[in-house]
């Protein structure tokens, strides 16, 4: 059975700082790995996905993300931080030819003046 | 931009009332899902529905539990005879293309669902 795990439910970072999030799947086939953000208010929004291809993702607003298969990871990162990066980060997996996605717990993240 | 809307925000409802959620999907998607997300749980999938059938469901989405597509424009899930287990966040999500793994979802705010 698939499944994902958020290390962290929280993170605090300064503004300016490096941004980690961390993620790490188990899944018998190869997975599609999907990070989601969700605003306060607001539904959750696709920021990246991988499927195939290039295992280094970028999506919006600067964030990218690696698929590391030895590692089952695929962490999000950004090189720095803003204050509008503040938000709960959902990381997910599915499997080929499915219709469900698999979420993490989320890590909320905190961005600090 | 186009957005996924879902109503009620919120609402509170007694154990053994039924509750019926909204969802406006996009206008031109095909594909309708529904989440939940238990308060300090896992977002779960409970539902997708294609063509005016459920095409995949959850051990979540029992009995209790039904969806439709009453007009061409609402999505719904009803909660026949809601339990306290049933509070949590409720969200609904569309796309344009098959599988969720091809497509984007575009997902709504949430309904959240607080069952006394």
């Known amino acids: 059975a698939q499944s994902v795990t958020q290390l962290g439910s929280h993170v605090s970072v300064s503004e300016g700082a490096l941004v980690l999030l961390r993620c790490n799947y188990s899944?018998?086939?190869?997975?599609?790995l999907f990070w989601y953000v969700q605003y306060p208010n607001q539904g959750l929004q696709l920021l990246l996905k991988y499927t195939t291809g290039a295992t280094l993702v970028k999506g919006i607003n600067g964030f990218e993300a690696e698929f590391k298969k030895s590692e089952t990871s695929f962490h999000l990162t950004k090189p720095s931080a803003h204050m509008s990066d503040a938000a709960e980060y959902f990381c997910?997996?599915?499997?080929?030819?499915?219709?469900?996605?698999?979420f993490g717990t989320g890590t909320r993240l905190q961005v600090f003046p | 931009e186009p957005e996924v809307t879902q109503t009620p925000s919120h609402q509170v409802t007694q154990m053994g009332q039924e509750v019926i959620l909204r969802c406006v999907p996009i206008s031109n998607h095909l594909y309708f899902y529904w989440y939940r997300q238990i308060l300090g749980q896992k977002v779960e999938f409970l539902v997708s529905?294609?063509?005016?059938?459920?095409?995949?469901k959850s051990e979540i989405f029992d009995d209790q539990f039904s969806v439709e597509r009453p007009d061409g424009s609402n999505f719904t899930l009803k909660i026949r005879s809601t339990k306290l287990e049933d509070s949590a966040m409720y969200f609904c999500?569309?796309?344009?293309?098959?599988?969720?793994?091809?497509?984007?979802?575009?997902f709504g705010e949430g309904s959240r669902l607080t069952v006394l």
């Open positions: 899944s018998s086939v190869p997975p599609y």
């Open positions: 529905f294609y063509n005016n059938e459920i095409s995949e």
């Open positions: 999500a569309s796309t344009l293309s098959g599988g969720s793994n091809t497509g984007e979802l575009f």
């Open positions: 997910a997996v599915s499997e080929q030819n499915t219709d469900k996605l698999i």
